[in-house]
T-cell receptor, first 111, second 113 residues
Framework: TQLLEQSPQFLSIQEGENLTVYCNSS?????LQWYRQEPGEGPVLLVT?????EVKKLKRLTFQFGDARKDSSLHITAAQPGDTGLYLC???????????FGTGTRLQVTL | DAGVIQSPRHEVTEMGQEVTLRCKPI?????LFWYRQTMMRGLELLIY????????DSGMPEDRFSAKMPNASFSTLKIQPSEPRDSAVYFC???????????FGEGSRLTVL
């Protein structure tokens, strides 16, 4: 059983389109992070959200943490080919350092 | 800072052989994680250490897998004997308690024939 389910699994869109990726769980997280991974590399942190309902923006990327801290979304406005990659959410339960990763969303943005 | 350093980057071996993957975490980070990534199962936590002590090894698949962290600057993940189903990319990551961020190495791609 996967603790963090992401949807969609795969997404192929054209440059300029908007998209939203979802990360859902039945567990409550003390914090949630989003990472992006490019081929041949390890995941790189994009953002950390801690407070229920929190919204953070990183240029064209908007991250939201659900009010109940069980889910999160990532919205990309006007996607560009450079946004192509595997997007992973990851959550921490309680005070443990252990970070559990979601199933991932593979995004491809074409010209 | 050079970041998290893993070796080897690629390894191809035959079933039954011993495999040792190595990791040098970022200096000053006192938590180290080993993950395995496959298309089918995604990124799975195998084991993590705090201050060189293994805290949670519940993700280690079976007794063929073992991990050590003899000091703050070095960790190994060993598979003995290796099997084809162990083929995956193995990532090491070190954790900054200041920023709450995991820093990943570039991974070791293992292929067991």
């Amino acid at each position: 059983t996967q603790l963090l389910e992401q949807s969609p699994q795969f997404l192929s869109i054209q440059e300029g389109e908007n998209l939203t990726v979802y990360c859902n769980s039945s567990s409550v997280f003390s914090s949630l992070q989003w990472y992006r991974q490019e081929p041949g590399e390890g995941p790189v942190l994009l953002v950390t959200v801690v407070t229920g309902g929190e919204v953070k923006k990183l240029k064209r990327l908007t991250f939201q943490f659900g009010d109940a801290r069980k889910d999160s979304s990532l919205h990309i406005t006007a996607a560009q080919p450079g946004d192509t990659g595997l997007y992973l959410c990851a959550g921490v339960i309680g005070t443990a350092s252990k970070l559990t990763f979601g199933t991932g969303t593979r995004l491809q943005v074409t010209l | 800072d050079a970041g998290v350093i893993q070796s080897p980057r690629h390894e191809v071996t035959e079933m039954g052989q011993e495999v040792t993957l190595r990791c040098k975490p970022i200096s000053g980070h006192n938590s180290l994680f080993w993950y395995r990534q496959t298309m089918m199962r995604g990124l799975e936590l195998l084991i993590y250490f705090n201050n060189n002590v293994p805290i949670d090894d519940s993700g280690m698949p079976e007794d063929r897998f073992s991990a050590k962290m003899p000091n703050a600057s070095f960790s190994t993940l060993k598979i003995q004997p290796s099997e084809p189903r162990d083929s995956a990319v193995y990532f090491c990551a070190s954790f900054s308690h200041n920023t709450g961020e995991l820093f990943f190495g570039e991974g070791s791609r293992l292929t067991v024939l």
